[in-house]
């Protein structure tokens, strides 16, 4: 059972474009919806994190817009260079009930490629 | 600042042999987390300690999988005996102590296991 789906799977934009990866979850305890950004033979990094009682998050060229009533978040990215092919990766984790805390739930992945 | 370190970074073993992979987290940082991804699918939670104590396990796939975490400080993840499934890319991760609060994740770069 996948608690967040993620989509597309791939993701093709011309230098300039803005891509928009999306995601959309179950758990409606999860509150912490990070971005992960990889590049090959690298781990993922931290990228842009929302929490629900804001509907969007801006940082540099990267937003996320978070819809609660939806169950679904989104990454932007403005201005879209080719440094930023790579594989971007959607998560949530909740901290309520349990022992668990912190652990994420990832989405599948997009594969993101900016052509020059 | 040093990252999370992963070793090796590549491992590839026949179905039946033992494996360990080690991670060192970043100094100071009492959460470490085991992730797993499998060719294609999503990050997949494994386990999560705090210091020595596993504070919650219950992604680890089945009792093949040993998990420690000597004096708070490195972890070992040991695959007594591998079978084909196990091949992936094992991630570890590692966060300060905020309390029970998601905080910001590193990652390292990951050890790619292959069984054959």
């Known amino acids: 059972q996948q608690q967040v789906k993620q989509s597309p799977q791939s993701l093709i934009v011309q230098k300039g474009g803005i891509p928009i990866i999306n995601c959309a979850y179950e758990?409606?305890?999860?509150?912490?919806f990070p971005w992960y950004q990889q590049f090959p033979g690298k781990g993922p990094a931290l990228l842009i994190a929302?929490?629900?009682?804001?509907s969007e998050k801006k940082e540099g060229r990267f937003t996320i817009s978070f819809n609660k009533s939806a169950k679904q978040f989104s990454l932007h990215i403005m201005d879209s260079q080719p440094g930023d092919s790579a594989t971007y990766f959607c998560?949530?984790?909740?901290?309520?009930?349990?022992?668990?805390?912190?652990?994420?739930?990832f989405g599948q992945g997009t594969i993101l490629t900016v052509h020059p | 600042e040093a990252g999370v370190t992963q070793f090796p970074s590549h491992s590839v073993i026949e179905k039946g042999q033992t494996v360990t992979l080690r991670c060192d987290p970043i100094s100071g940082h009492d959460n470490l987390y085991w992730y797993r991804r499998v060719m294609g699918k999503e990050i997949k939670f494994l386990l999560h300690f705090v210091k020595e104590s596993k504070q919650d396990e219950s992604g680890m796939p089945n009792n093949r999988f040993l998990a420690e975490r000597t004096g708070g400080t490195y972890s070992t993840l040991k695959v007594q005996p591998a079978e084909l499934e196990d091949s992936g890319v094992y991630f570890c991760a590692s966060s300060q102590d905020l309390g029970r609060i998601s905080s910001e994740q590193y990652f390292g770069p990951g050890t790619r296991l292959t069984v054959t």
């Open positions: 758990n409606t305890a999860f509150d912490y």
């Open positions: 998560a949530a984790s909740t901290n309520a009930g349990g022992t668990s805390y912190g652990k994420l739930t």
């Open positions: 929302i929490r629900p009682d804001v």
